[in-house]
């Protein structure tokens, strides 16, 4: 186990499993749709990727980038559009691909974007939720795993951009992360 990872919350094998639940999920109800899974980077590069291969019918894929305006003064939701898709989605059955929903802001800022461009139907796949932080309300159609209420890292998602690479969701230290938390 990486040095500055305290324990392993969700193992390597079973997000491999629930992802490949998602993919025979999404494979079903989108047959003969051709969906367009629109991934949020970059936390999402591990999931998207895996949920792509565990999808058995014909699929596409396409990112957006956000940002929040000020990093240095989080105020929450004010999120900034920093790349635009590829193509035009009026008419698509498009799949957006989240990692983790929290507030539901980020997302919700993005649904609204994507909303206006007339897609034939708008869903969401997300990989965690945190059901208690949540601010506003979001159509969650797929989802891989509830999170507690503390900070993780792997599996695409990062603490300073670090530690994406890991293959698990692990919580990380404490004097790493520079606030307590619990998370049992
Ligand atoms: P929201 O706008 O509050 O829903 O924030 C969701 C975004 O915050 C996600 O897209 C992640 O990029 C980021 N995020 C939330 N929780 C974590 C975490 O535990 N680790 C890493 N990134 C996180
Ligand atoms: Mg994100």
Redesign the pocket.
Known sequence: MEDNIQRILISTDDIRARVRTLGSAISRDYADQNPLLVG?LK?IVYFLSDLLRAITIPVAIDFIAISRYDPAQPQ??AVRLLKDLDQDIAGRHVILV??????????GYILRTLRVRQPASLAVCTLFE?PQ?RLIAIPIKYKGFD?PD????GYG???NQEYRHLSYIGVLKQEILGFPQNCD
Not at 98 to 105: H, S, W
Not at 150 to 153: A, D, P, S, T
Request: aromatic share 4%; glycine share 12%; with cysteine.
């Open positions: 949020v936390g929450k939701g989240e990692d983790v929903i929290d507030t539901g802001l980020t997302l945190r932080q999170l503390c900070f993780v890292v998602l990062d603490h």
